[in-house]
């Protein structure tokens, strides 16, 4: 008899907007990155899954300045370096769920962060999913942090642009 197993895989995006002098946003441009659920993260899907306990929903996400490599437990598994005033709620209607014909389920989580806030001329180099609570202007800590990422490529945020972060976490048997 097979053994069923399953695993949990995330990928997520930055999409950058410019607010124009006009009031006109314009589509910059969009960055993929991986991320790695934490070990904190297996345990609160186990938990939410087997309906153990009252662990808070996911509540937002927050952008850092660190490089520290994602790692299941340890520094790697929350914020490197926050960056002051990047925490942002979930954006209403989200998480949404959808059932592939394949039997893989994907959970999204969407949050915006709009122009004026989280402003910096650093780059941006880290992303967590948190389910703090409430949600805070401080770093995310291993026992909040469903899932990190390193990201690449989104070189500042200037404080006429919009982020929209999308995290996309599927689960698939094997």
Known sequence: MKKDELQVAGRGRIRMYETLRSGTVRHVRDVEFDNLITQFGDEYYSKRAAEIGSIP??????????????????GGAALAAYLTDSDQAIDGGFPTWTLSGTGRAELLYQATIPAGKATTVSPIT???????????????????????????????????WIYVVEWTHRFFGV
Do not use: Y
């Open 57 to 74: 929903d996911v509540t937002g996400i927050k952008l850092g300045t660190g490089v520290t490599t994602p790692s299941k437990t340890g």
């Open 126 to 160: 880290e992303a967590v999913i948190t389910n703090e609570n409430p949600l805070t202007d401080a770093t995310s800590t291993t026992g909040t942090t469903i899932s990190r990422a390193l990201v690449s490529d989104v070189t500042n945020k200037p404080a006429a």
